[in-house]
């Protein structure tokens, strides 16, 4: 199963994680779906080295509001790739290379686990297009 803002969930989950509930019945259904591999895409808008070029064109809250909102999926995501490393499952993070969201702590924190390694490909070798 996909979640993400756009998927329909199989069990009703249609607001990706942006709100507890939604965090919740994510939970519950890794806990009885058991997935081997768990891929995750947070929204990158947050973290985007594209956003920078807008930064003062946008209000100040604007930009804190979609940060703190980007930092909650991202450490959701995190603290479940975490979940599955412990229990033996696998993950997959897709992000793009030049996000910010590299450097945050979480994220390095995770990235320092024996076994989890980075990797980083031409998306447009694989049929990206804008």
Known sequence: ???D???KKPY?????LSRDSDVTELEEMLAYEKP???TGGPP???FSILQALS???RPEEDTARRLELGRRHLH???RIYRRQYEEGRLFLHEHPGGATSWDDPEVVALRGLQGVFTVSGPMCT???EV
């Open 1 to 3: 199963f996909a979640v």
């Open 5 to 7: 803002l756009n998927e």
């Open 12 to 16: 009703g989950l249609n607001e990706g």
């Open 36 to 38: 081997y591999l768990l």
């Open 44 to 46: 990158c808008e947050a």
């Open 55 to 57: 930064k003062d064109k």
């Open 76 to 78: 959701t995501a995190v």
């Open 126 to 128: 694989w049929g990206m």
